[in-house]
């Protein structure tokens, strides 16, 4: 029996199974490796091979996935951000929130001295020019306040809310974020 075509004989197993396993090869090329198949061992038994390892895969990565991820998963983490969300909706805590911030950017102010009084004219500056086309300031510093406090609240439920170490934690994050805010307003002044 003559070999009809002896450059594929040499390169068996072929390439192109894995395409073919995927459904990536064009009509001409499936029915050309199909006929080789038909009169190939070695590459028969790679195809074979690869199936069986697709298969594995395929029950391996399902039983990950279910032990991963629980049916009731998304369930558990939206009620969760809710309870945490409606938490905040009662005015108090809303009240202490918005108290902390402005506390905070005060006592910033007082620590900047000299740059007080550029900061300042800067910030109402900067103020004014976004007044002017919507209420951004404002629903930045709420949105700001808000975001802390739930972050205060995801904190307080590991650490005790009074412990001196969660304060000074959240103290340090502001004045960061303030200082960072107050250069960047120079920047949009000057520049
Ligand atoms: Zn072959």
Redesign the pocket.
């Known amino acids: 029996m003559n070999s009809p075509n002896p450059t594929?004989?040499i390169?068996?197993?072929?390439q192109d199974i894995a395409a073919y396993i995927d459904g990536e090869l064009n009509p001409r090329d499936e029915l050309n490796l199909e006929m080789?198949?038909a009169r190939?061992?070695?590459?028969?038994s790679?195809l074979n091979e690869q199936k069986k390892l697709l298969c594995f895969l395929d029950g391996a990565m399902l039983e990950k996935n279910e032990i991963e991820v629980p049916v009731n998963f998304t369930k558990i983490v939206v009620a969760n951000a809710q309870g945490k969300v409606s938490g905040l909706r009662q005015p108090q805590e809303r009240f202490r929130a918005l108290f902390v911030c402005a506390c905070l950017f005060f006592l910033v102010l007082l620590s900047l001295g000299n740059e007080t009084q550029t900061v300042v004219k800067t910030f109402i500056n900067f103020s004014e020019q976004i007044l002017a086309v919507s209420g951004f300031v404002w629903h930045f510093v709420y949105d700001f306040a808000f975001g802390t406090a739930i972050i205060l609240r995801s904190v307080s439920s590991q650490l005790l809310f009074n412990s001196g170490a969660s304060i000074a934690f959240l103290i340090i994050l502001f004045l960061f974020s303030i200082v960072f805010l107050s250069k960047l307003l120079f920047r949009f002044n000057r520049g």
Not at 11 to 14: D, F, G, H, K, L
Not at 40 to 44: A, K, P
């Open positions: 594929s004989e390169m068996c197993p072929r080789h198949l190939c061992l070695m590459c028969t790679e």
